[in-house]
C-alpha cells in the first residue's frame, strides 16, 4: 500500500507516494528523475549512490524512503548554485578526476560530507574517509588531488 512521503531534496520540498521500504536510491531515479546519483553493489559498500542526508553522508542504495521522511536529501545535482560548480566539483574538474565518470557524484558528496566536517583533513583523514568510495576506473591519485584542492578552494569560500 502506497504512503506519501514528504522531504526536501536539493533545497525543493517534494512529497512521493511510494509503498515502504523502497530505498531512497529508487525513489531520487525513478520517481524524482534524479540520476546523478548512480546504482553500484545495492549493499552499501561501493559509495557510488552517496548523497548528504541532514548533510550526513549516506548511502541511497540501504537507505528506505521512510527513514528519510522529513528530512534534506542532497543530491549531486543540488551542489552547484545557479550556473557555479561547487568547490568540490570545481577542483574534480580542475584535476580531472574522473575517467568513466560513474563514481563521480559519489566521491564529490562524500568529500562535501569530509569538508564539512574537516574543512582542513590531514591525508590520512581524506584517504580514511574516501576509502568508502570504489573506483572501477582507478583513478585514485587524481580523485585524491582533486580532494586536497577541493579543501583548498574550500577555505577560499566567502
Known amino acids: 500500500m502506497e504512503t506519501s512521503y514528504s522531504l526536501v531534496v536539493n533545497g525543493e520540498r517534494r512529497t512521493v507516494a511510494s509503498e515502504p521500504g523502497r530505498s531512497l536510491l529508487e525513489v531520487l531515479r525513478e520517481d524524482l528523475g534524479l540520476t546523478g546519483t548512480k546504482y553500484g553493489c545495492g549493499e552499501g559498500q561501493c559509495g557510488a549512490c552517496t548523497v548528504l542526508v541532514n548533510g ?3 548511502h541511497a542504495c540501504t537507505v528506505t524512503i521512510e527513514e528519510v521522511a522529513g528530512k ?3 543530491t549531486i545535482e543540488g551542489l552547484a ?5 561547487h568547490p568540490v566539483q570545481e577542483a574534480f574538474l580542475q584535476e580531472q578526476a574522473f575517467q568513466c565518470g560513474y563514481c563521480t557524484p559519489g566521491m564529490i558528496l ?3 560530507a569530509l569538508l ?3 574543512p582542513h583533513p590531514t591525508e590520512k583523514e581524506i584517504l580514511e574517509w574516501m576509502n568508502g568510495n570504489l573506483c ?3 583513478g585514485y591519485p587524481r580523485i585524491l588531488r582533486a580532494v586536497r584542492r577541493a579543501a ?3 577555505r577560499r569560500e566567502p
Not at 548554485?81 to 560548480?85: A, G
Open 81 to 85: 548554485i545557479q550556473d557555479r560548480l
Open 152 to 154: 583548498e578552494l574550500w
Open 110 to 112: 562524500s568529500a562535501v
Open 136 to 138: 572501477r576506473c582507478c
Open 72 to 74: 534534506t536529501v542532497t
Open 116 to 118: 564539512q566536517q574537516r
Open 56 to 58: 550526513q553522508r549516506a
